[in-house]
């Protein structure tokens, strides 16, 4: 026996498949944690290994820099695919079952005919390893994702390459979307703009049908928060250099600063009506602003510590707001008073909180690797979500309310059902801490930014809200539980993956 390199389930989710170390591939059943039967035949350590949609073929990729597909009705192998010069770090079935690609360390990114084993077509462009490569729903684009800090995406009708996110030149540590209602953003159905604020002092405004970036440059120190007004003409971010700059959408210009928080700026918000900014400092206080007259109309004390996050309900009459500290206070902006915290003892500090589409409920995240849901008019907790193994770092709904996604320092973006309270689905690809998540207007896309200086965008139209896999996951953590804390060959890194699950 030696380290599991990949795993991956069987479409019905009943036989887990593994590739080792040992070279072997091992089917599971993952009812009995009983394994079925073993595959022999890499020269190499087993890296990636994938079922096809239908689940009657595995194909398995190797660092004998081979790929080879087995039928899973006779576990005979039916051929090898050979053409890459070095190891294969990731493979992917097309949707239709037809296409596999295939990753690997010559930096190479193919495609293959699954009938005849045909090499369909090779891409060329990153500049490091292509670790990951995925098929999108519709089977028109494949996304590689490489070790040059790069996300590329393919056309597989064209067979050109379609879109790299890259831009930043430090950590993104925030994105937004414009509302879908923005005139001065969204001129036709087909675009999709969004905005980005880095470390490298930077607000990015993003045209992915055009390809194009405007970037606007004010700030002394990171950009840590951005905002968008409700009508799209105007962002608002905020620095650590302790100043808030509004900029103009459609000149790209500066209006103007806002200034009076006496250390970094930390959060900040649009409310709905677009009327008001309300901004959080490292200061301990929440500052409100009429942002046209430059006017400070509020200041708000009640945290400790520094104001991390904050949220407005979506009628406009209530700002909930997260701090380093285990408190979310919710505000009266009518009256500017304090009301009935919610006390949040999932978490020492929250850095994330986010009001649900109708307001009554406000999920949170911290430090605790916890996202918490609560109802805001009983001021109770409704859920508590387990899954994360580091700090989460943002939470956002969806446009519908059916989907809360939450993004970690443990390079994951995760999905959860916030009316039934199960895990829906994880996404994995980045190479460091998860900063923001959201969702473009229509809920279809979900974007992401992370210390690693990609954005990363995710398709979330297609998704089964029924599926439970806090259960799954669950089963599979109490199977590989002693695995992972006593097997010499585990990383130490690796040896905590389920220890909040459970």
């Not at 239908?54 to 194909?59: H, N, S, V």
């Not at 540590?173 to 969004?194: D, G, N, R, T, V």
């Not at 990609?454 to 199977?479: A, G, Y």
């Amino acid at each position: 026996q030696d380290s599991v390199i990949s795993i991956s389930f069987s479409p019905d989710g009943k036989t887990l498949v593994s590739g080792s170390k040992d070279k072997t591939i091992k089917f599971w059943d993952v009812e009995t944690g009983r394994e079925i039967y073993t595959l022999f035949g890499h020269n190499g350590l087993v890296s990636s290994v994938r079922f096809s949609p239908d689940g009657k073929i595995l194909a398995s990729g190797s660092y004998d820099k081979t790929v080879k597909l087995w039928d899973l009705e006779t576990g005979e192998e039916i051929r090898t695919l050979t053409g890459h010069f070095s190891s294969i770090m990731s493979v992917s079935f097309s949707p239709n079952g037809k296409h596999l690609a295939t990753g690997s360390k010559d930096r190479i990114v193919k495609l293959w005919d699954i009938e005849t084993g045909n090499e369909i077509r090779s891409f060329y462009g990153h500049d490091a390893w292509a670790f990951r490569v995925s098929f999108s729903p519709d089977g028109k684009i494949l996304a590689s994702g490489s070790g040059d800090k790069t996300i590329r995406l393919w056309n597989l009708e064209t067979r050109r390459e379609l879109s790299t996110l890259k831009g930043h030149d430090d950590s993104i540590q925030h994105l937004s979307f414009p509302l879908a209602s923005s005139p001065q953003i969204y001129k036709s159905e087909k675009e999709m703009i969004f905005v980005s604020g880095g470390a490298d002092k930077t607000v990015k405004i993003w045209d992915l049908k055009t390809k194009t970036q405007d970037t606007l440059k004010g700030h002394d120190d990171s950009v840590m928060k951005i905002s968008v007004s409700p009508d799209g003409k105007t962002i608002a971010s905020a620095g650590e250099d302790s100043t808030i700059i509004l900029w103009d959408v459609e000149t790209k210009q500066e209006i103007h600063r806002l200034e009076g928080h006496t250390d970094a700026v930390k959060a900040i918000s649009f409310s709905p009506d677009g009327n008001i900014l309300a901004s959080g400092s490292k200061d301990t206080t929440i500052k409100l602003w009429n942002w046209i007259t430059k006017e400070e109309i509020g200041n708000l004390k009640g945290h400790e510590s520094t104001v991390m996050t904050m949220s407005f309900s979506p009628d406009g009459k209530t700002l909930a707001s997260g701090s380093k500290d285990n408190i979310i206070n919710l505000w009266n902006i009518e009256t500017m008073e304090k009301m009935e915290p919610l006390i949040n003892d999932n978490q020492s500090s929250n850095f994330s909180v986010s009001f649900s589409p109708d307001g009554k409920t406000l999920a949170a995240g911290g430090d605790r690797n916890l996202v918490t849901l609560w109802d805001v008019e009983k001021r109770e907790k409704v859920f508590t979500f387990k899954g994360h193994s580091s700090s989460i770092n943002s939470v956002s709904f969806s446009p519908d309310g059916k989907i809360l996604a939450s993004g970690s320092s443990d390079k994951t973006i995760k999905l959860w059902n916030p009316k039934q309270g199960n895990s829906i689905l994880t996404f994995h690809g980045h190479e460091d801490s998860v900063n923001s998540v959201s969702f473009s207007p229509d809920g279809k896309v979900l974007i992401s930014g992370s210390d690693d200086k990609t954005i990363r965008l995710w398709d979330v139209e297609k998704l089964d809200l029924e599926v439970d896999l806090n259960d799954l996951m669950l089963r599979s953590c109490n199977w590989v539980r002693g695995y992972l804390q006593h097997n010499p060959y585990v990383e130490e890194e690796n040896r905590n993956l389920c220890d909040n699950i459970g």
